[in-house]
Nanobody, 122 residues
């Protein structure tokens, strides 16, 4: 079992920055793919960014503004979010699964965190 706990959400004005973190604990032996997803009210869950090893993938909607990274020493997944827009407002979730494919598809992932709210005002 893998446990994921997100932190770092909050409220910010348009153009601002936030840094989300996801603390990973449990049975994390081997290679894992990890990702950030978001879900706005009345919308489908959307893949934002994913990482496996040194390979990263970012959705077109956040490319150049968001950066996913991992701190293996701290067992933490991070998402640096810059130039935030009101349309980035959503609950952000951390996800993980055993494997080496950094997918942006929600059904790829086995483990999920509880989510953290990000609100961007204009």
């Amino acid at each position: 079992q893998v446990q994921l706990v997100e932190s770092g959400g909050g409220s910010v004005q348009s153009g601002g920055s936030l840094r989300l973190s996801c603390k990973v604990s449990g049975s994390t032996y081997g290679t894992y793919s990890m990702a950030w997803f978001r879900q706005a009210p009345d919308k489908e869950r959307e893949g934002v960014a994913a990482i496996s090893g040194c390979t990263t993938v970012h959705a077109d909607s956040v490319k150049g503004r968001f950066t996913i990274s991992k701190d293996n020493a701290k067992n933490t997944l991070n998402l640096q979010m810059d130039s935030l827009k009101p349309e980035d407002t959503a609950i952000y979730y951390c996800a993980a699964r055993s494997g080496s494919y950094p997918s942006l598809a929600a059904n790829w992932y086995t483990y999920w965190g509880q989510g953290t709210q990000v609100t961007v005002s204009s």
